[in-house]
């Protein structure tokens, strides 16, 4: 099952992401030249998993997902994010990506808790992927012991700036999987995170 945290109105939950960003821009910054190497070992890795050409990448704020993609060898490929950093990502919105239909050969998010509308989203990447693109996702199991920092519990009490928790990744994942996208692969993590690799069937 998926929770979707409600906002007063589309601007409060802007300003709710801007919010992050606001307090720990310098921490992050401070971090891009590692960041960036791991995304570039990430993309590397799973090369097989992915299609030949570009990736836009979701929710990057300071493009280390996108200069880590260009280094693996993903040319032309694009960050966007509400409150970006730096000249690699674009100012806009998951829910209206401003790129022209069949756009991407790949897509990519470790950030998808912070989607303001999931629905829209399936839409939006199902519109700027290519025939045949692949999603790449990686998403979080949530579900922790009692009181912990994964728990639903713990996720109510924060009431920070993710806006969803699932009890499952694959349910997340079956939201894409009901709107035409094929499950081409699903790597189980060793630590928190799942990586899905969802293909866009048109």
């Known amino acids: 099952m998926i929770y979707h945290r409600e906002f007063s109105d589309y601007e409060t939950y802007k300003k709710k992401q801007a919010a992050k960003a606001s307090y720990n821009n310098s921490a992050l910054l401070a971090t891009i030249t590692e960041r960036r190497k791991g995304f570039k070992k990430l993309f590397t890795k799973h090369k097989e998993n992915l299609m030949p050409g570009n990736i836009v990448c979701l929710g990057a704020r300071t493009g280390c997902e996108v200069i880590g993609a260009r280094e693996a060898g993903f040319k032309n490929s694009i960050g ?17 990506l401003p790129f022209d239909d069949s756009s991407f050969n ?19 990447i199902k ?13 979080v199991t ?20 993710e806006v969803l928790y699932w009890d499952d990744p694959f349910d997340v994942a079956e939201v894409f999987l009901k ?3 094929m499950l081409e692969t699903h790597i189980l993590p060793k630590g928190k995170w799942n990586s899905f690799f969802l293909r866009n069937k048109k």
Do not use: Y
């Open 142 to 161: 949530r579900s922790g012991k009692k009181g912990g920092p994964n728990t639903f519990e713990n996720w109510l009490e924060m009431g920070g700036n």
């Open 179 to 181: 709107q035409g996208f």
């Open 106 to 124: 790949n897509a990519f998010t470790n950030s998808i808790d912070h989607v303001a509308d999931l629905g829209k989203l399936v839409k939006e």
């Open 127 to 139: 519109r700027v992927l290519k025939p045949d693109g692949i999603f790449f996702m990686m998403i």
């Open 80 to 96: 966007v994010d509400l409150c970006p950093i730096g000249d690699t990502v674009i100012e806009a919105d998951w829910d209206i």
